[in-house]
């Protein structure tokens, strides 16, 4: 296939350096100082201290293609737009990577034919530019929201033994599931400063994992039976090692994606019913704030 992947995060390097190998894929990148270094070196994927590299075609998002097989959006939730693809004719397959459920409304009203959601479940730390740690080799599920499974079925085809795909029923319960463990794990490290393992091993750690656990099973207790507390300590210690997303955008003064995953719940309980959420929630839009202004 030929494939347009737009962001060139940690997340968007992943897939452009897996996808590469099997498929023409195009990288969108904002930044005029990272399409040249991906021009002159590809990309990079290190993993379990061996590096494969794999040349991409690069553009900016100004040039977006309208000729791909498939769209792949792999940008944060919050720049998420459509004018970043309002070139891509309807019939272009869209897929997005987005974390949370905050993008769930605005899938819906897109005019496209095919659109499908993600939740990647692999570890990815940019290094550099063109350089992609992959920390932690998971599964990336994909669900249909709407339209053909035709490009779904080839990237279940063209998976890799080391970036495997599964195919979801439900894109809701899918994304559900995505946001329990986002939720539980992401503001915690983003806050304490730690990496995932911690939130388990800490007893501390642990006892607010569970108190979040039970606030998203008050908003959504049939999803007791899609993620359970053992699942997200299964997680945790996979993971063990890993600096999640937010915490290292904290680290970085960057914004972060606490709005998708936290704010959205907010937004759909009240305060009375979800403290300990709203509590974090709080406290990483400080730290937030706090790091802008260092």
């Given amino acids: 296939m030929d494939i347009g992947i737009i ?5 968007g390097l992943l897939f452009a350096g897996y996808l590469g190998k099997r498929h023409d894929v195009t990288v969108y990148a904002r930044r005029n100082e990272q399409r040249e270094h991906l021009k002159a070196s590809g990309v990079t994927v290190w993993r379990e201290g061996r590096k494969e ?3 991409v075609g690069v553009k900016s998002l100004s040039s977006l293609d309208s000729q791909h097989d498939l769209v792949i959006l792999a940008v944060k939730g919050y720049d998420l737009d459509e004018s970043l ?3 891509v004719p309807t019939e272009t397959p869209l897929l997005f990577l987005q974390n949370g459920i905050g993008h769930l409304d605005f899938l819906k009203t897109l005019p ?6 993600a939740s990647v479940e692999h570890g990815a730390l940019k290094e550099n530019d063109y350089t992609v740690l992959h920390k932690g080799v998971g599964v990336t599920k994909i669900a249909l929201v709407r339209g053909m499974h035709g490009p779904l079925q080839c990237l279940m085809k063209e998976g890799d033994e080391a970036f495997p795909y599964e195919e979801e029923e439900d894109y809701e319960t899918m994304l559900l599931r995505k946001l329990f463990i986002n939720a539980a794990i992401n503001p915690l490290t983003a806050i304490a400063g730690c990496v995932n393992g911690e939130m388990w091993s800490n007893p501390h750690y642990n006892a607010l994992i569970r108190e979040v656990y039970g606030e998203l ?3 959504y207790p049939h999803m007791e039976t899609v993620i359970s507390l053992e699942d997200i300590e299964s997680i945790c210690l996979n993971t ?3 600096r999640s997303s937010m915490l290292t955008d904290v680290e970085n003064g960057r914004k972060t994606e606490v709005e998708s995953i936290l704010g959205e719940i907010i ?3 009240s305060p009375l019913d979800i403290p300990v959420i709203h509590t974090l929630y709080l406290l990483v839009k400080g730290k937030e704030s706090a790091g802008r202004q260092t």
């Fill in 217 to 219: 099973l008050h908003l």
């Fill in 267 to 269: 937004r759909m309980a």
């Fill in 85 to 87: 693809f309002i070139t």
């Fill in 7 to 11: 962001g060139a995060g940690a997340v």
């Fill in 240 to 242: 063990a090692q890993n």
């Fill in 53 to 55: 590299q794999t040349d």
């Fill in 112 to 117: 496209h034919d095919t659109v499908m959601a």
